[in-house]
């Protein structure tokens, strides 16, 4: 097991931690509950970035849907995820080849009737938002996005990363990134 997986480990049970404690505080209150979970995010490079990616993907958010299921991280318990409808303009980075014109990306955190799940440094997709990611294939039908914060940014008037995400942006690649740059660094020509 090499270094960056033992910390992404830990950072894993650090934010099981969290959420355990938040929803255990907060288990029996019929009001508007907002749970928040910090966690370590692990840098990562572009190289890591692709190696761990199935695909990079641009495209539009066209629905996102929340819902609650068995935690990931926490055995026993229930956590909030979201299902991200994203319509693929280009695949970017392809090596499996995939043609799907629509695929679904997974993210933990989400909303739910009067329950709302943060999770600090996770990526947040927006309805209509144009963007590009890096996806982890989880099963036939769910992608994951690889690197959480890192791997997702949004396009705004031709630039890639938008706020907080430009920081990403410039630590990953080095400088602020066009599309077109963009693709250049993740070797379409």
Partial sequence: MNKRTILM???IVIV???IATIFTA?????TKITIQS?????????????KESDVVVMGS???IQSFKAESEIRPGKEDIFSNVALQVGEYLYNPKNFSASQIVVRVLGGAVENMTMKVSDGPIFENGEQVIVFLKQKDKQVFTVVGWAQG??????????KGSEKTFVRDIFGRDLTVDDFKKEVGVK
């Fill in 9 to 11: 480990a830990v950072a």
């Fill in 16 to 18: 099981a931690g969290g």
């Fill in 26 to 30: 907060t288990k029996n209150k019929p």
């Fill in 38 to 50: 910090d966690a370590l995010l692990v840098k990562v490079t572009k190289e890591e970035l692709l």
């Fill in 61 to 63: 958010i066209q629905d």
């Fill in 152 to 161: 997702k940014y949004t396009i705004d008037n031709g630039v890639v990363g």
